[in-house]
């Protein structure tokens, strides 16, 4: 039973399931659901598929991550950047039959809850380490804004193509008068409409008595207005006749069973798109999760969110729907609702589920200009430019990674954009691992501290250079210890002992090894001993399965001030006084 708790959270949470929870997670869902149908259809709309895909994407899929997932305020479905995202992998098929775009969705959908679960079972959430986070804010910082320039179209009600900013913005300006005043209209009024409700209504409702919860409602409920005002407009007005672009005939019903494609080739199309999907979006969705988490002192497992995040979408996959990930947006509405499970999750999918049952008809005038405001107004919220001035303050090695993943992003569309994130943040961190920090350390007087030379007043000694390590050591930087040593023994000639202090090495892989074995033998052949202090036990239990510790021409201190007691006197190599027995000390 313990072995399937691993897998299945539900079992957890569920054992303390009760009538208050139910409450609170129904009055979430019920929030919840009021601001996603709106963003679902639009997100379908942003994905370039039809509008029902974003509903039917937001029903299975909430429901597998309460049985999978592991936070308990999470909000799975469709999203803007994974939207864009599978906009340009089905762009790149070159499909024209509607059908083929939404088998080769449901594809992506299952491919990327595939690799998803295969890393879950793998425990490979550990990954998402490896993604900085300014390089990850600067790509949804430029997603951000290519998402929002590519729904003008809609605004200006014309024909435009192309996946990154030059390319958009150039189709709107050739394009600018074929503008349908009547689009434009509804357009700007939405987006100016969703602007103030965001930041106004609900000020507005609270300033006229209505208690906080019912005002946080209606606030969410905005979107919900403006789809509803715009659809009574466009029908008593005969607008479709007039050239304004609506959403048609909504299929009404709960999602169809549906297959993945087995053609190998699509998959092979397809695989480059739905792993960076499948990284961006745990990456996003984990991030979310442990944000809020933390303020209720939960915990969140990123292994099974990882199998949470799978499970979706595969569920997105045989429901016809599209990838689906955690949203930033509903996921901090869905907490401030006081969502206490997921079972909020599997609340709100059956809210969704009515909404496709009973509501779809009502659709049909929908105009596609409200839905590009919906997304508009959501989208530049993720936008923020702060980062670029925070990077460039704290770090121009991190500035220039973020700027190069805005411009690659806006410059040549939203994959090559991810692609290089990935890139630059893995460059990133070997580029600064492969150049560890190391400091010429002294003793500060009157204590037993050691600090370095070039920051505090300590005493050094004439025939010995203490040298702090402040990485662990691998194959990528072990050479440039090596040749910093060797370079600052050149600069003295009347150096006779090495001390490298290990107090931050956890690791010193097979080529550092050799490197160090090297460095010994080189130091000796110039008349210098090398000794080793403050060593962690787990690199001890290494280096005592190697011959290393055998040829050391010194000793291994436990601590640094030991070996400065032993050496202040000793200025030729020789014998050791007092030390401890070489190989045997470590912390």
């Not at 080769?104 to 380490?129: D, E, Q, Y």
């Not at 150039?170 to 005043?181: E, K, S, V």
Request: overall charge neutral; glycine content about 8%.
């Amino acid at each position: 039973m313990q072995r399937f708790a691993r897998y299945l959270p539900i079992l957890e949470w569920a054992k303390t399931y009760n009538r208050d929870t139910a409450v609170s997670d129904g009055v979430a869902a019920v929030i919840v659901t009021i601001m996603l149908i709106p963003q679902s259809l639009a997100y379908a709309l942003l994905a370039g598929l039809p509008a029902e895909m974003g509903l039917y994407a937001s029903i299975l899929p909430l429901v597998a991550y309460a049985i999978f997932g592991t936070s308990r305020a999470l909000a799975v479905g469709p999203v803007a950047v994974v939207s864009l995202m599978t906009a340009a992998a089905i762009g790149n098929l070159g499909l024209s039959d509607p059908a083929q775009i939404v088998l080769a969705a449901v594809t992506l959908a299952f491919m990327s809850g595939a690799i998803l679960l295969a890393m879950g079972m793998l425990k490979l959430g550990f990954l998402a380490n490896f993604l900085s986070h300014p390089v990850i804010a600067g790509f949804i910082t430029a997603s951000g804004l290519l998402i929002a320039a590519s729904q003008l179209k809609h605004i200006f009600g014309i024909e435009v193509h192309g996946h990154s900013l030059p390319q958009i913005l150039g189709d709107i300006w050739a394009h600018l008068g074929d503008t349908n005043l009547f689009t434009l209209v509804i357009g700007v009024s939405a987006l100016g409409f969703l602007f103030w409700v965001r930041k106004g209504l609900k000020p507005l409702l609270l300033a006229k008595g209505l208690g906080p919860r019912m005002a946080d409602i209606l606030a969410k409920a905005g979107p919900v207005g403006a789809v509803a005002v715009t659809i009574l407009i466009t029908w008593v007005y005969g607008l479709a006749n007039a050239g304004v672009k609506i959403v048609g005939e909504v299929p009404m019903g709960l999602p169809p069973l549906s297959a993945p494609s087995l053609d190998p080739s699509l998959w092979s199309q397809l695989f480059l798109s739905a792993l960076l999907i499948s990284i961006i979006g745990f990456v996003e969705s984990v991030s979310v999760a442990q944000t809020l988490a933390a303020k209720k002192r939960q915990r969140i497992d990123p292994d099974q969110e990882l199998i949470g995040l799978g499970a979706s979408n595969v569920a997105a996959a045989v429901s016809g729907g599209y990838p689906v990930t955690g949203g930033f947006a509903r996921s901090v509405v869905n907490f401030d609702a006081g969502a206490e499970t997921p079972a909020a999750g599997a609340l709100t999918a059956i809210g969704i589920g009515l909404a496709a049952l009973f509501l779809t008809p009502l659709l049909y005038f929908l105009p596609k200009a409200t839905l590009a405001a919906t997304i508009i107004v959501a989208v530049l919220s993720l936008v923020d430019f702060s980062i670029l001035k925070k990077a460039w303050g704290y770090s121009k090695v991190d500035f220039a990674a973020v700027a190069v993943t805005i411009v690659l992003t806006l410059g040549f569309g939203v994959e090559t954009g991810v692609s290089a994130g990935v890139i630059l943040s893995i460059a990133l961190h070997l580029y600064k691992t492969s150049r560890p920090h190391v400091a010429e350390v002294g003793l500060v007087p009157g204590t037993q501290h050691f600090r370095n030379i070039l920051r505090h007043k300590v005493e050094t000694l004439d025939h010995v250079v203490t040298l702090r390590v402040d990485e662990s050591l691998y194959f990528a930087n072990a050479r440039f210890l090596e040749e910093y040593v060797l370079n600052r023994v050149a600069e003295d000639k009347g150096l006779r002992h090495v001390v490298l202090m290990f107090p931050a090495v956890n690791e010193v892989d097979m080529s550092a090894l050799e490197t160090l074995e090297e460095l010994n033998r080189r130091l000796s052949d110039m008349g210098i001993t090398l000794h080793l202090t403050e060593v962690k036990g787990p690199v001890m239990d290494r280096l005592q399965r190697s011959h290393f510790l055998d040829e050391l021409t010194g000793e291994v201190f436990l601590c640094q001030f030991d070996a400065w007691q032993s050496l202040r006197n000793r200025v030729q190599p020789g014998a050791p006084e007092g030390a401890e027995h070489k190989g045997l000390v470590a912390e």
